[in-house]
């Protein structure tokens, strides 16, 4: 029997009817988490096994989010996009390409909808192409290195406040 074929549409439209904008409510829905975690000494040890989910899915759609908007902004976030790796990834077929021609959904909403973000690595990756350069925030006992500039120097390149 063949695979049926997914409709990409169909899953963004779902994902706009039931989220709220990740980029503004992470911060609430990890500060949610850090407190059920650190005011709940009574936790069950099950329910403490969800909370590293809970916190990967947090980053990951702030990080959709971002992607989104930073796309549909346009200008050379953009630009970086199309001339990207990542771009040539996306796998557009006739409907998806009808859907953003008649505005249903945006190339954002696309591309963040397909490009893989659920471990650091492709998270830097697409960041660092978007934003022409990108150094994480490193949290203490983090073995990566800042080496390459920080965020001033990123900031400088981009016009982005610090």
Do not use: N
């Amino acid at each position: 029997m063949a695979a049926k074929k997914r409709d990409i549409v169909t899953e963004i439209a779902a994902i706009r009817a039931r989220s709220f904008r990740f980029a503004g409510t992470t911060p609430w829905r990890m500060g949610r988490l850090r407190s059920a975690f650190t005011e709940d000494a009574q936790l069950d040890q099950e329910l403490l096994r969800y909370f590293p989910v809970g916190i990967v899915a947090c980053v990951e759609g702030f990080f959709r989010q971002a992607i989104k908007e930073l796309l549909d902004s346009g200008g050379p976030f953009y630009q970086r996009f199309a001339s990207s790796a990542q771009s040539k990834d996306l796998k557009l077929d006739l409907e998806v390409i009808a859907a953003i021609t008649g505005q249903t959904v945006t190339v954002g909403e696309i591309a963040a909808h397909h490009l893989p973000l659920s471990s650091l690595d492709p998270i830097e990756s697409i960041m660092a192409v978007l934003l022409g350069s990108f150094v994480p925030r490193c949290v203490e006992g983090d073995a990566r290195s800042l080496e390459g500039g920080g965020p001033e120097e990123a900031a400088a390149t981009d016009h982005i406040p610090t």
